[in-house]
């Protein structure tokens, strides 16, 4: 059964016990700095730390209430005794920016990939995090392999489902995972269609006019230095390319591959 909770969006109506609830909030890397950035980045206007502290505060607040649910949905299970043979799965759909490089409130751009999920199936294989409590799994993971897992802990038929691995095995994994989206809504800071890769170790994403990032995720979680330009990583680059050139297959609408940069 799916459950869906709206509270993290806007307009941020907290339940009535939250509505002053205090979180603290530290610096967010980032904000005010485009350094590296295309121009539908460099181009918006300069964003405050204060406007992103107070956005996170804002869902903070929204998402105690998830909390609770979260809890009755476990107390519930338990008290029905079929805790132990149900998989749960928490996730979001898509990050949120808190004013990094300027974007305030925005979703679909490439800083925005990570998202938050957990699992947990007591009865998951030997070996599976999804049956170790408090296990930090580092495998790359897409929304896609959910539907897998389900499927699999169901015991149904994957027929047809091209997509997507089985996370309560230990031994599956991925070395790199296509992003890509087409373009933001028009206005000023309008984002065109990208393609990119994600590897444990590098983001890169060329946009369809051409401009590129790279990111070396290990040094530089936050995507503050883009290394795109630098002569060093020319071979790393290259190979980012022939890797989005097979992936992207189809690309986004709007996107081209006709321009400089691959």
């Given at each position: 059964?799916?459950?869906?909770?709206?509270?993290?969006?806007?307009?941020?109506?907290?339940?009535?016990?939250?509505?002053?609830?205090?979180?603290?909030?530290?610096p967010?890397?980032?904000?005010?700095?485009t350094?590296?950035?295309p121009?539908?980045?460099?181009?918006?206007?300069?964003?405050?730390?204060?406007?992103?502290?107070?956005?996170?505060?804002?869902?903070?607040?929204?998402?105690?209430?998830?909390?609770?649910?979260?809890?009755?949905?476990?107390?519930?299970?338990?008290?029905?005794?079929?805790?132990?043979?149900?998989?749960?799965?928490?996730?979001?759909?898509?990050?949120?920016?808190?004013?990094?490089?300027?974007?305030?409130?925005?979703?679909?751009?490439?800083?925005?990939?990570?998202?938050?999920?957990?699992?947990?199936?007591?009865?998951?294989?030997?070996?599976?995090?999804?049956?170790?409590?408090?296990?930090?799994?580092?495998?790359?993971?897409?929304?896609?392999?959910?539907?897998?897992?389900?499927?699999?802990?169901?015991g149904?038929?994957?027929?047809?489902?091209?997509d997507?691995?089985?996370?309560?095995?230990?031994?599956?994994?991925?070395?790199?995972?296509?992003?890509?989206?087409?373009?933001?809504?028009?206005?000023?800071?309008?984002?065109?269609?990208?393609?990119?890769?994600?590897?444990?170790?590098?983001?890169?994403?060329?946009?369809?006019?051409?401009?590129?990032?790279?990111?070396?995720?290990?040094?530089d979680?936050?995507?503050?230095?883009?290394?795109?330009?630098?002569?060093?990583?020319?071979s790393t680059?290259?190979?980012?390319?022939?890797?989005?050139?097979?992936?992207?297959?189809?690309?986004?609408?709007?996107?081209?591959?006709?321009?400089?940069?691959?």
């Amino acid at each position: 059964r799916r459950v869906l909770f709206r509270s993290p969006h806007a307009p941020y109506v907290p339940a009535p016990k939250y509505s002053r609830q205090k979180f603290t909030i530290g610096p967010i890397p980032g904000v005010g700095d485009t350094t590296g950035k295309p121009p539908w980045v460099t181009d918006r206007k300069p964003v405050r730390q204060h406007a992103g502290a107070n956005l996170a505060r804002k869902q903070a607040r929204c998402l105690s209430s998830v909390d609770d649910n979260v809890e009755r949905i476990v107390t519930a299970l338990q008290q029905q005794k079929r805790l132990n043979n149900t998989l749960l799965v928490f996730l979001s759909d898509n990050g949120l920016t808190w004013g990094e490089f300027n974007i305030l409130g925005e979703k679909n751009y490439p800083y925005t990939t990570d998202i938050p999920l957990v699992a947990r199936w007591d009865k998951a294989p030997a070996g599976s995090a999804l049956s170790r409590p408090g296990t930090a799994d580092d495998r790359l993971v897409s929304i896609t392999d959910v539907t897998m897992t389900i499927l699999k802990a169901a015991g149904a038929s994957t027929t047809g489902v091209q997509d997507g691995m089985d996370l309560s095995q230990p031994s599956a994994s991925r070395s790199d995972l296509l992003i890509s989206a087409w373009r933001n809504r028009g206005g000023p800071g309008s984002m065109p269609a990208y393609c990119g890769i994600r590897t444990p170790s590098w983001l890169y994403v060329r946009y369809s006019p051409g401009f590129e990032e790279l990111y070396d995720l290990r040094r530089d979680p936050n995507f503050l230095t883009n290394l795109a330009s630098k002569a060093a990583l020319g071979s790393t680059l290259q190979h980012m390319r022939s890797k989005i050139r097979v992936q992207c297959d189809p690309a986004p609408p709007g996107y081209r591959w006709n321009t400089a940069g691959g």
